[in-house]
């Protein structure tokens, strides 16, 4: 490669993983020609975008951006890796459990996930089971509307149930007083 070639991927490398939230290191060794294309191709339709580099050059735009954030990846990266750049970071583990089904290859080495390094192909089943942040985020909204919504039924429902609550709430409670006076 020349160097004003490698000088520009390199850039492109950096910008890359400086903007990615969530990426994949994949060993892609043994693969044919064919089989690598097939799993382009369904990246391509799962918006993954894989690139084939090498890992000196991984390794380099990771320290240009701080080289202290992916310290424990870097024994990950031997052998041939494909980086897999996802918006999502459960997408490509969803992706790589399906392809499983045909292939073995490739296989996870490590997965970065808002700055966490998850490595070992053994990990792709947490992986695929993790939760987004738009999913807990979800459950939030719906844990916290609860409360609010079972109020809401409870006014909107029929008005004997609201009234005759009240009214059996309000008996209650004027009986205790009248029993308390009388006490006196």
């Given at each position: 490669m020349i160097k004003s070639d490698k000088a520009l991927l390199l850039e492109e490398l950096t910008d890359k993983f400086g903007?990615?939230?969530f990426f994949y290191l994949t060993d892609f060794s043994a693969m044919?020609?064919?089989e690598t294309n097939d799993f382009?191709?369904?990246c391509f339709e799962h918006k993954i975008e894989m690139r084939v580099?090498?890992?000196k050059l991984i390794k380099v735009s990771l320290n240009r951006i701080n080289p202290d954030n992916y310290q424990s990846l870097y024994p990950y990266l031997k052998g041939h890796t494909a980086v897999l750049f996802s918006e999502d970071g459960k997408a490509p583990a969803l992706m790589l459990k399906e392809h499983k089904k045909t292939s073995e290859k490739p296989s996870l080495k490590a997965a970065y996930i808002d700055q966490d390094v998850i490595g070992g192909a053994?990990?792709?089943d947490f992986l695929t089971k993790m939760?987004?942040?738009g999913d807990l985020l979800g459950e939030l909204l719906g844990l916290l509307n609860s409360p609010a919504s079972n109020l809401v039924a409870a006014i909107e429902g029929?008005?004997?149930t609201l009234v005759g609550a009240l009214n059996y709430g309000g008996a209650t409670i004027l009986g205790l007083l009248k029993s308390?006076?009388?006490k006196e």
């Open positions: 903007e990615a939230k044919t020609a064919e382009r191709r369904k580099v090498k890992n053994d990990q792709l939760k987004s942040k029929p008005g004997q308390i006076e009388e």
